[in-house]
DNA sequence: GCCGTTTTCGGCCCGACTGTTTTCAGTCG
C-alpha cells in the first residue's frame, strides 16, 4: 500500500509551502495526508475505481497529484519545491520544537540541511548567534537532537491506558482536584498512542501544575503554564496535562479527545450557528454569552448532534450521522458473556483449565472456551489427537470440579500451507467449537494466501476465524490476502471473525472491523489469555470493537449461554 | 487547495506556552 508514502509527501509539500508562508494551502495538504493516513483501504484501489475525489480534503489538485504518484512514483510539484530549499526537511521538522519557519531560517543563514548538521552547529554556538534564536533555544534543539535519535515508537494501548489510569489516580489523590480524567488517542481507544493525555478540573489550577511537573518521574519539563503543563516521563513517554474549571470540564474534555479533525468539524458546525466552540465552552459569536461546557452531551446537543461516544470520534462519518441522529448504539463494555479463545498448560499456556476456569467465573462469565494449540505447533506446544482427546476429558472434568460456568472444549487448529486443517473431520467433530488460524507460511503470495484461508474456512466443523491478518503491531505486518473474499467465504460459512484482543495484536483491527460489518459479518471477540491475567485483556477488544461501529447484537459472545448453541456447528 | 441547507467565491478552529521579543511569531495541542 502506497497510502503513508503519498501522505508524507504531502507532508512534504505542505511544510515547504508553509516556509514561503503560503496560506491555507498547507492545512489542505495536511488533510488530505491525515485522510490518508487513517485509511484502510488501499488508495491505488480507489484510484482505480475514479473515487478519489471522494476522499476528504482531497479534490481535482490533490487526486492529480496522487495518480501522478502511482503512475510515475514522483510528484513533480515537490521536486520543484525542493530545489529551493534542499536538505533533509522532513528529518529536521522531526526535532521537537523546530518547525518549517525556522528550519527555514536555518538553511537561509547556515546552510543546515540535516540532523547532523543541525547538531553541530548547535555544539559550536553557531545557532545563538542568529536573531531570532538564543541560548535556550540552542540547547532545546540539542535536546530535541537527542530524543529524536531515542527513535520512541508509539505505544500499544496496553501499555498506555494502565499507565494513564496509575497517572490519574495519582492526581485524584490530591484534594484539590475535582475530576481526573484520561483524554486524546487513549480515550478514543486508539491502537497507539503518541502521548498521554489527561484533564483535570480544580479551583486551585497552579498547584496542581506544580504537583505534576515535580513528581518523581519526571525527566523534562517541556512546558509549564497555568491550564497546561507538559512533561517527559523517565521511561521516555510524554505527559500532557490540561487544567480547567469545574464549569468547563465538558468542552475540556471534548476538546482534549479529539481527534483533532473531529473537533475542527465541530467547531465549523458551530460557526455556521453563529457560535464558537472551545475548550472553555460553546459562546454565542454575539455578546459571547456562553450556552454549554458543564457536560460533553450539552456540547453535542447544542450543536444540534447526538453524543458521540469517544471511540467514534475519528473524523469517519461520525459527525454526519450525528446530525441525523443515526449513530447506532454500539456494544458496551459490561456486555460480553464469555470468553472464547485462551491457552493452558495443555499447549503453551502457563494456567490449568480450572484455574482459567476459576478465574473466568469470579469475572462474570457463564462461559469460556479453552482454545490449545493442534499438533503443528511444536514449539507451542501443540496437542497430537491423542492428546487432544485427553485434553477434552481434562476440561469436561474441569467442568464438573468448577461448577457454575460452561466450558467448551475447542482448540486453535492451524490451517496448513495447503489449505488442510491440523485435524482430521473425525477428530474436529468431538470438539464443541472449533477455531482456525494461520500461524506458518506468511510469506505466501496474495492470491495463494487467499485461497489457502477460504478453503480452511469451509471445512464443515468452523466456527471462528482466529486473528484474521496476522499482524503484531510495531512488530509484524498482515499477511497479504484478499480480504473482501476472505470475509465473503467467512459469511457464507457461517464463519465468525475475531477480533483478538491481545494488545500487540488487536485483530481484526478497527478500519476492517467496520468494513467486515458492511460485508455482513459477524465477530467474536475474544483474549486469546496464556494466563489467568490474560483474561482481563477483554476491554481492548471490546474498545476496537466499538471503534469497529459493532453493535451488541454484531458480537457472538454477548448472547447467554442459552443462546449460543446455534451459532456454532458442533453444538446445534 | 478544498468546499458548500445562508456561499461555486471567500472563507478556512481556536487557544496555550516559550524565547526573544518591546509586542509577538513560532510551535504545538
Ligand atoms: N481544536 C484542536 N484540537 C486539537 C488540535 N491538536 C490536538 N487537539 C486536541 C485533540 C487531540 O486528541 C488532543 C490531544 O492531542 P494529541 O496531539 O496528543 O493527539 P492524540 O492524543 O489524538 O493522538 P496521539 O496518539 O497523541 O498522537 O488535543 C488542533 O490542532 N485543534
Ligand atoms: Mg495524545
Ligand atoms: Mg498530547
Ligand atoms: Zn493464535
Redesign the pocket.
Known sequence: MKNAEIAKIFYEIADLL?MQ?V???P???R??ARTLEGMSEDIEKVSGEGRL?E???????????IQEYLKTGKVK?LDELKKKIPGNLDEL?K???????????LYDKIKIESIDDLEKAARQGRI?RI????????Q?ILK?IEMYRLGTKRMLLGVALPLAREIVEKLKSLKEVKRAEIG?SIRRRAETI??I?ILVTTSNPSKI?KFFVSMPEVER??????????ILLRNGK?V?L??LKEDEFGSALQ??T?N?DH??KL??I?????L?????GL?R?AGSKRIAGRSEEEVYKKLGLQYIEPELREDQGEIDLALKNKIPKIIGYGDIKGDLQMHTKNSDGVNTVKEMAVAAKSMGYEYISMTDHSQSEKIANGMEPERLLKYIQGIRKAEKEVKGIRIFASAEVDIKSDGSLDYSDDILKKLDIVTVSIHSGFKMEKEKMTQRICSGLQNKHVDIFNHPTGRYINRREPYEMDFEKVVQTAVKNKVHLEINSSPERLDLKDSLIRKAKELGADFTISTDAHSVDGLKAMEYGIAMARRGWLTKKDVINTRSLKELPKYFKNLK
Open positions: 508553509e508562508a496560506q491555507f494551502k492545512q489542505a495538504y488533510k488530505a475525489t476522499l476528504a480534503g482531497v479534490g481535482e489538485a490533490l487526486a492529480g497529484k510539484h521538522l526535532v521537537q520544537g523546530l518547525g518549517p519557519k525556522r528550519a527555514l531560517v545563538r536573531e531570532g534564536f538564543g541560548e535556550k533555544t540552542e532545546d530535541g486524546g503518541g502521548d493525555d501544575s519539563v517541556f512546558a509549564e503554564g497555568d491550564t497546561k503543563s507538559s510524554q500532557d490540561r487544567v476538546y482534549f479529539g483533532k473537533n475542527i467547531r465549523n458551530a460557526i455556521k450557528k453563529g464558537k466552540l472551545s475548550e472553555y459562546f459569536k
